[in-house]
């Protein structure tokens, strides 16, 4: 089945550790992101990626980062920088990163703080 | 700087109703507007897209419409049941590149 794969499904992290986020695609889309949810609240864009090799910031980047290396692979790293981590994140892509493309969800990966 | 805002915050309803959701927005230049449905612990499950040169889209018992220049959509959810229990996310496509913004959502439960 084509889909977004993300893991690990649960994830603790130790201070000043840094943790990677797994994000994989077999939906051959182009474009990918990465999101942060928080209990009550929306969706922010953390970053994205419109092709491979090319990745941009978005709202909240800060304490993060990412390479998109391969096409169906969009890793994401939350650093030590980032003081505040636990969230509920989540991956998605869509088969272009213009602005009619609907955008498909993986299940996500909840972070917690040890 | 837009804004995406969710009404009611949370709804609880006895099977079978017909049921509203509300979702506004404030910049009017979007690309498109959907709905998506989230259970607990879960990611996003696309409901609905409407373009910006759409009125409305159905699926089954679910009804969108988008209304731009009034930065207004609403999901309209026929006969509801127990399995339509979940929180329903609005979110807009705006700016140069596919950029979500999100809702907070309606927590929604049907009860028997």
């Known amino acids: 089945d084509g889909g977004i794969t993300q893991s690990p499904k649960y994830l603790f992290r130790k201070e000043g550790q840094n943790v990677t986020l797994s994000c994989e695609q077999n939906?051959?889309?182009?474009?990918m992101y990465w999101y942060r949810q928080d209990p009550g609240q929306g969706l922010r864009l953390i970053y994205y990626?419109?092709?491979?090799?090319?990745?941009q910031k978005g709202d909240i980047a800060e304490g993060y980062s990412v390479s998109r290396e391969k096409k169906e692979s969009f890793p994401l790293t939350v650093t030590s920088a980032q003081k505040n981590p636990t969230a509920f994140y989540l991956c998605?892509?869509?088969?272009?990163?213009?602005?009619?493309?609907?955008?498909?969800f993986g299940d996500g990966t909840r972070l917690s703080i040890l | 700087k837009q804004e995406v805002t969710q009404i009611p915050a949370a709804l609880s309803v006895p099977e079978g109703e017909n049921l509203v959701l509300n979702c506004s927005f404030t910049?009017?230049?979007?690309?498109?507007l959907q709905w998506f449905r989230q259970d607990p612990g879960k990611g996003l499950t696309s409901l609905l897209l409407?373009?910006?040169?759409?009125r409305e889209q159905t699926s089954g018992r679910l009804n969108a419409s988008l209304d731009k220049s009034s930065g207004r959509s609403t999901l309209y959810i026929a006969a509801s049941q127990p399995g339509d229990s979940a929180t329903y996310l609005c979110?807009?496509?705006?700016?140069?590149?596919?950029?979500?913004?999100f809702g907070a959502g309606t927590r929604l439960a049907v009860h028997p």
């Open positions: 939906l051959n889309h182009d474009a």
């Open positions: 990626s419109q092709i491979v090799n090319d990745f």
């Open positions: 979110a807009v496509a705006s700016g140069g590149y596919n950029k979500l913004i």
């Open positions: 998605a892509s869509s088969i272009e990163g213009t602005g009619d493309q609907p955008q498909h």
């Open positions: 409407i373009q910006s040169s759409q």
């Open positions: 910049d009017s230049a979007i690309y498109n």
